[in-house]
């Protein structure tokens, strides 16, 4: 089925580990972005990319890292994970993240940082 | 600073009941979109809109881009459409570059049998 796929659905690391959260898209979008989702707020934009080779930062990119080498894969890399990164992380993406094109997210995966 | 705001935060309704839920917003907006989340936390995107009003089954969304306002209505709401609905502005890109979306804090409806 052509969507967003984000692996993994759960995961809990230790303070100061390191992890890459996958998020894949088959739709050929040129648009995606990274959300983390924490109680009581809105949803947060942390990084996105508007095509292969450029990204750029959201409203918390803190303690976050992305790449885009490819059109379908975007993943975000958490290089020393703290407690406050616990969180729900969903990708989404857009065929150009402009106002005439909606969004496809993928399922979420649930951080855990002890 | 919330730039989305939404209204009711929690909403409980008999079956059968017309829904309504606001979002008013502070900023120059190119789209509004409104999201759905059920209890297993995917986001399901309902509706996209720049101006007017779109329609899709029971669901009904509508926006005034002077007021900064936006309702999504619910005829003849069911216990399945029990989830939380969210509502998501993209600013009016500054400079180049599309910037994500700012997303209000959600409502959660419960429709009871």
């Known amino acids: 089925n052509a969507g967003v796929t984000q692996t993994p659905k759960f995961q809990v690391l230790k303070t100061g580990q390191s992890m890459t959260l996958q998020c894949a898209q088959d739709?050929?979008?040129?648009?995606m972005s990274w959300y983390r989702q924490d109680p009581g707020m809105g949803l947060r934009l942390i990084h996105y990319?508007?095509?292969?080779?450029?990204?750029d930062q959201g409203e918390v990119p803190n303690g976050y890292n992305v790449s885009r080498s490819t059109t379908e894969d975007f993943p975000l890399r958490l290089l020393s994970a703290a407690p406050s990164q616990t969180s729900v992380y969903f990708c989404?993406?857009?065929?150009?993240?402009?106002?005439?094109?909606?969004?496809?997210f993928g399922s979420g995966t649930r951080l855990t940082v002890v | 600073k919330n730039e989305v705001e939404q209204s009711p935060q929690n909403l409980t309704a008999q079956e059968g009941e017309f829904i309504t839920i606001n979002c008013s917003y502070s900023?120059?907006?190119?789209?509004l979109h409104w999201l759905q989340q059920h209890p297993g936390g995917g986001i399901v995107s309902l509706f996209m809109?720049?101006?007017g009003k779109k329609k899709h089954g029971r669901l009904i969304a509508t926006i005034n881009i002077q007021e900064k306002h936006s309702s999504l209505h619910i005829t003849a709401s069911h216990p399945r459409d029990s989830a939380v609905y969210i509502c998501?502005?993209?600013?009016?890109?500054?400079?180049?570059?599309?910037?994500?979306?700012?997303f209000g804090k959600g409502t959660h409806l419960i429709i009871q049998p």
């Open positions: 900023v120059g907006i190119s789209a």
């Open positions: 990319s508007v095509g292969a080779g450029i990204t």
């Open positions: 739709m050929n979008h040129e648009y």
């Open positions: 809109l720049s101006s």
């Open positions: 998501a502005v993209r600013p009016r890109a500054s400079g180049g570059g599309a910037d994500g979306l700012t």
């Open positions: 989404a993406s857009s065929y150009s993240g402009g106002p005439g094109n909606g969004y496809t």
